[in-house]
C-alpha cells in the first residue's frame, strides 16, 4: 500500500520504478531492470528474478524476499563472455571468471524476454566498465548452439508477396516490394519503407510504454486522443484536405496469441498531392505486469494519382499492415507482482476487471469489498420498495457475483451492525500494509495513507458499480433508491461520499467526510479531486440537483461550472457539457434564463483551452444557451468568446469549425457583435474555410461510389457552408463590412454562385447561399451584374421552374429566392434575362411550391418582381425604338 516514486511515463514493461523501488529496498542496490528468469547452475535449476544494478546482476528468489545465494550477486566484471542460444529465443549463457559463491562458473539463463534482456545487460556492463576502469569496451557478446535440437516454435510464414519486417519490438506484414530507407539520424531500423515503383511509403511508428495511470494525466485514455494528435500533425502544413475516414477500427488477426488487449482508430486523409490512411493501435494490459500501454501508428502515404487507379487495395493493404501486427516476444506473467499490484489497488476498474477475468486474480481485498456491497445490499432490500424485483436469494447465492470461483464466500460474509460501512472503512485505513512504520518522514507517510485511502474508495465504488453483481446492483440502482429510504439515509449517503472521495487536490491533506453540497461551495469543485464515475452518477441520477433543490437552477449551474473548472477527466466534462446542450432554452422563465448566464465563463475556458473533442462540446452547450437569450450572447462577448473562436476556426476539426460557426451564427445578429468579432480576426478565416470548402457542397445528382466521392458530398462541410453563408449574411448587413468582404476577398462572390448552382436543390445550404448572395448585392451593382447572368438562368430552369425540386421547398427557401430576385430585378440587365426565361412561368411555377403558400409575403413580392422587370422591359423597348 506504500506510496512509492510514481512511474515512469516511459520505459520497459520491466522497467516499472514502484517494482525497482522495492527491489532496491530488498537488496540495498540502485536497481535498471528486472527480468522473470529460469536458472540454471550445474544439476541446480530455480525461478527467479534476474535484476540489473549500477554495478552488478542480483537473482532474487521468486519470492522477491532474499537472494538466491548469500552475498550471491554477480559482478559485471567478473562477467567474460555471454552466449545466446542460437536453437532458441529464450536460452543464453553467462560465463563468469570468478564464481566463487557460484558452484559453477557457467550460468545458464532462460528468459521469455532475452533480446531485451540482452540489450539491458550490456548497456549496463559497458556503463560499470567506463565507470571503473575509464576505458571503453565491447560487451563480450557471442552466438553460438546451446541445445541439442532447436526449440523454437515454427515461424507463422507471411501471406505470399509480404515478408515480416521487425521494429522496435513488433513485426509486420509489409509486400516484398517495400525496402527499409534511411532518415536523418539513421540508417536502419528507421520503420520507414518505400516502394520506388508506385511512389507509396509505409511509415512504422512504436511509442514507449506508458503506464495506464498515467494516460489521464497526459490527456490519452482514449485512443481517439493519440489519432487526432497524429491527424494534426499529418495536416499541419497543408492549406486543404479532406477527412475521408475517421472511425474506431478492429484489429482482426491475432498473430502470436497475445493475452494483451487492442484497440484501433482508423482514418483516412486526403490532401492535394497525397492520400494519408492512418492505423492507430492500442496494446494494453500488457505482459508481464498488465498495468502498460503501448500505442502503435501504421501510416501508409499514397500518391493522388496511384490512389485513383487502386483506392480499394491501398485501404485493405493498409489493414493488412495493421491487422499483422504483433509482439515479437511475449513475456511470461509476473504473477507475483501483479498479484502484489492488485493487493495495492494499483489498478483502474476496467484493469480490476480485465486481470480477473484473463489471469484469474484477485485483491486481496475482494472480501472486504463484498462485506461493503452486503452492507449496502441488505439494506436497499429491506426499506427500498424498488429492489424487489431483485432475484430474492441474490443475498445467499453466490451464483450472482461476477467472475465468481468456487471457493468464494458470499452467504456468510456478515453485514455490519446498522449498516453502518464507516467502521470497516476507519479499520482499513489505519491497518494499510506498509505504511506503519514510524521510521519514515510523517508527512510521507500521511501522502501514503491518503492516497491508499483513495486507491481503496476507488476499488469499492467499482465494487458498487456492478464490479460484483453486475447490472442488479450498481452505483445507479444506489442513488436512485437513496430517496427511498427513511430510516438509514444518513448512512448510505456517508457511503456514496466515501466513493466519491472529493479530497484536496494536495495529497498530503487527509479525506474528510462531508455533505456533498459544502464540498461544492467550500471553494468551489477546482480544489477538489474526487472519482469521475462516481460524479456522473451522481449527477444523471440528478441526484446532485435534488440537493440543490429543482428551482435552485443558478446554484446548481455552478456547481456544474465549478467541476468544468476541475481536474476531472474528458468523459464526466463531456457529460456536463451535455446537460448543458439539452438545457431547455426556448420559452424558459425568467430565472431559468438568468441561470444559463452562470455557466458561460466555465465553457468559454473549455472552448479556449480544452482539446478538441471537450472545446467542440463545450461550444455545442453555448450554442444551446445563447439561442434567443441576449443577456448570454453579452456575457460571451465580454469574456472572449471572439478571439478563442478565432483560433478554433484555424483548427483543422471539422466538428469544432462547424460548432464555433454555428455559434457565430447566434451572436452576429447583433452589429455591436459583429464588430467585436471582426475585430478579432475572424473574417479572413471564414474566407479561407469558404474557398477550402466551396466544392464540397452537395451535389444535386449522382450517388457515391468510393470514399474520394465524400470529397463531392460530405454532409459536415454541408453544415460548416450553410453556417458560412449564415454569418456572411449577417456581416453584410453593415455597409462597412460589406465593402470590406466584396472589396478584400475577392473570389468570394465566385464561390457563392458556384454554392448556389451546385448544392441539393431546396436545401438549408441553397437557401442560405441565396440569403448571403443578397446582402452581398446590397448597393453592390457590379456584383449584380455578376451575379445575374451566372445564377438566374441555371436557378431558375433547373430548379425554380422545375416542380419536382421545389416540392421541397420550405417557406423560408422562398422567402430567400423571392429577396434574391428582387434585389437583382434592381437592375435592368437582370431584368431583360427574367425576361428572357419568362416572368410569368417563373412566377406561376414559384407560386406552386408548397413553401409559397406558407410565406405571406409571397404574393407582395411576386407582384413587384413582375413589376420590376415589365418596366424595365418596357424602358428597354422604348430606348430602342427611340
Not at 212 to 223: A, D, V
Request: with cysteine.
Amino acid at each position: 500500500c506504500a506510496d512509492l516514486p510514481p512511474a515512469s511515463g516511459q520505459g520497459n514493461m520491466s522497467s516499472d520504478q514502484r517494482v525497482l523501488a522495492a527491489l532496491a529496498s530488498k537488496t540495498r542496490k540502485d536497481m535498471r531492470y528486472f527480468d522473470f528468469v529460469q536458472l540454471a547452475v550445474g544439476p541446480t535449476t530455480k525461478k527467479c528474478f534476474a535484476c540489473l544494478g549500477k554495478h552488478s546482476l542480483v537473482f532474487m528468489s521468486q519470492s522477491l524476499n532474499s537472494e538466491l545465494n548469500k552475498d550471491g550477486e554477480v559482478a559485471y566484471l567478473s562477467i567474460i563472455k555471454v552466449v545466446e542460444d542460437t536453437e532458441s529465443d529464450e536460452n543464453f549463457l553467462v560465463i563468469l571468471a570468478a564464481p566463487a559463491q557460484w558452484p559453477s562458473d557457467r550460468l545458464m539463463v532462460r528468459s521469455d524476454n532475452r533480446d531485451q534482456l540482452m540489450q539491458h545487460l550490456q548497456c549496463c556492463w559497458q556503463t560499470d566498465y567506463m565507470w571503473r576502469l575509464h576505458k571503453v569496451a565491447r560487451f563480450p557478446r557471442a552466438r553460438h548452439a546451446l541445445t541439442e535440437e532447436c526449440l523454437m516454435d515454427p515461424a507463422i510464414e507471411p501471406f505470399r508477396g509480404f515478408a515480416w519486417r521487425k521494429h522496435r519490438g513488433y513485426e509486420f506484414m509489409l509486400p516484398h516490394a517495400f525496402l527499409e530507407t534511411a532518415n536523418a539520424m539513421q540508417s536502419d531500423r528507421t520503420g520507414q519503407y518505400f516502394n520506388a515503383d508506385t511512389g507509396v511509403s509505409v511509415t512504422l511508428e512504436v511509442h514507449d510504454l506508458v503506464t495506464i495511470e498515467r494516460l489521464t494525466h497526459i490527456g490519452y485514455e482514449h485512443i481517439r486522443w493519440v489519432a487526432a494528435e497524429y491527424k494534426a500533425k499529418l495536416v499541419n502544413t497543408e492549406g486543404h484536405f479532406y477527412l475521408l475516414r475517421n472511425c474506431t477500427r478492429a484489429k482482426r488477426m491475432n498473430l502470436a496469441g497475445d493475452i494483451a488487449a487492442w484497440y484501433g482508430w482508423e482514418q483516412i486523409i486526403r490532401t492535394r498531392d497525397r492520400v494519408e490512411l492512418c492505423m492507430n493501435l492500442r496494446r494494453q494490459y500488457i505482459p508481464p505486469l498488465c498495468d502498460c500501454v503501448q500505442d502503435i501508428a501504421v501510416i501508409v502515404s499514397v500518391p493522388v494519382e496511384y490512389w485513383r487507379q487502386e483506392e480499394a487495395h491501398m485501404v485493405l493493404s493498409a489493414g493488412l499492415i495493421a491487422d499483422s501486427c504483433r509482439a515479437a516476444a511475449l513475456p511470461s506473467m509476473y504473477l507475483e507482482i501483479v498479484q502484489a499490484k492488485l493487493d495495492g489497488l494499483r489498478f483502474d476498474e476496467e484493469g480490476f476487471d480485465w486481470v480477473s477475468s484473463h489471469v484469474g486474480l484477485k485483491p486481496r481485498w475482494r472480501y472486504e469489498a463484498k462485506v461493503f456491497v452486503r452492507t449496502l445490499l441488505s439494506l436497499f432490500v429491506s426499506d427500498a420498495p424498488s429492489f424487489s424485483t431483485l432475484p430474492k436469494d441474490i443475498l445467499l447465492n453466490k451464483k450472482y457475483l461476477v467472475n465468481v470461483s468456487a471457493s468464494e464466500e458470499w452467504s456468510e460474509i456478515p453485514v455490519l451492525p446498522g449498516h453502518d460501512v464507516r467502521p470497516l472503512i476507519r479499520n482499513l485505513l489505519e491497518s494499510a500494509e506498509g505504511l506503519e512504520d514510524n521510521s519514515q518522514d510523517a508527512e510521507q507517510l500521511q501522502k501514503g495513507r491518503n492516497l491508499w485511502h483513495a486507491r481503496l474508495a476507488r476499488y469499492f465504488a467499482g465494487a458498487v458499480d456492478g464490479g460484483l453483481l453486475g447490472a442488479r446492483f450498481n452505483l445507479e440502482r444506489m442513488i436512485e433508491g437513496i430517496g427511498e429510504l427513511e430510516e438509514n439515509r444518513e448512512q448510505v449517503e456517508a457511503a456514496l461520499m466515501f466513493l466519491l472521495h472529493m479530497r484536496e487536490v494536495d495529497p498530503r491533506e487527509p479525506w474528510v467526510e462531508m455533505k456533498l453540497r459544502e464540498y461544492m461551495e467550500r471553494g468551489g469543485a477546482d480544489r477538489w479531486v474526487f472519482n469521475d464515475r462516481v460524479m456522473q452518477q451522481i449527477i444523471s441520477c440528478d441526484h446532485l440537483k435534488k440537493i440543490y433543490g429543482r428551482t435552485k437552477n443558478a446554484s446548481y449551474f455552478e456547481a456544474l461550472a465549478n467541476l468544468l473548472r476541475s481536474k476531472a477527466g474528458v468523459h464526466l466534462k463531456a457529460y456536463i457539457c451535455r446537460i448543458f446542450m439539452e438545457t431547455r432554452v426556448g420559452g424558459a422563465p425568467q430565472g431559468e434564463q438568468d441561470a444559463h448566464i452562470v455557466p458561460v465563463g466555465a465553457l468559454i475556458e473549455l472552448f479556449d483551452l480544452g482539446n478538441s473533442y471537450l472545446a467542440t462540446y463545450a461550444c455545442a452547450a453555448l450554442v444551446n444557451l445563447s439561442h434567443a437569450n441576449e443577456h448570454v450572447k453579452m456575457q460571451l462577448m465580454s469574456q472572449g468568446m471572439a478571439p478563442a473562436a478565432a483560433k478554433n476556426l484555424a483548427s483543422k476539426d471539422d466538428d469544432l469549425i462547424n460548432y464555433t460557426l454555428t455559434l457565430l451564427v447566434n451572436v452576429t445578429k447583433e452589429a455591436h457583435h459583429r464588430s467585436i468579432i471582426a475585430n478579432a480576426g475572424i473574417l479572413p478565416l471564414l474566407y479561407d474555410t469558404l474557398t477550402s470548402s466551396y466544392h464540397q457542397c452537395k451535389p444535386s445528382g449522382g450517388e457515391a461510389d468510393s470514399l474520394s466521392s465524400a470529397m463531392l458530398a460530405n454532409s459536415m462541410k454541408e453544415k460548416i457552408l450553410t453556417h458560412l453563408c449564415s454569418i456572411v449574411g449577417h456581416f453584410c448587413k453593415d455597409e462597412e463590412h460589406r465593402d470590406h468582404l466584396v472589396g478584400t476577398f475577392e473570389h468570394i462572390v465566385k464561390c457563392f454562385v458556384y454554392i448556389a448552382t451546385h448544392a441539393a436543390h431546396c436545401s438549408d445550404l441553397m437557401g442560405k447561399c441565396l440569403f448571403a448572395l443578397k446582402q452581398l448585392c446590397a448597393a453592390k451593382n457590379d456584383v449584380k451584374r455578376y451575379v445575374g447572368p451566372n445564377v438566374l438562368k441555371p436557378l431558375c430552369r433547373n430548379v425554380f421552374m422545375q416542380a419536382d425540386s421545389m416540392r421541397k421547398a420550405s417557406a423560408e427557401f422562398m422567402s430567400h429566392v423571392m429577396q434574391l430576385l428582387l434585389m437583382l430585378a434592381a437592375l435592368s440587365d437582370n431584368c431583360m434575362i427574367l425576361d428572357d426565361i419568362g416572368i410569368t412561368p417563373l412566377v406561376e411555377a414559384l407560386r406552386k411550391a408548397p413553401g409559397a403558400g406558407k410565406l405571406e409575403t409571397f404574393e407582395a413580392s411576386a407582384q413587384q418582381l413582375t413589376l420590376l422587370v415589365n418596366e424595365a422591359v418596357a424602358k428597354a423597348y422604348a430606348g430602342a425604338g427611340e
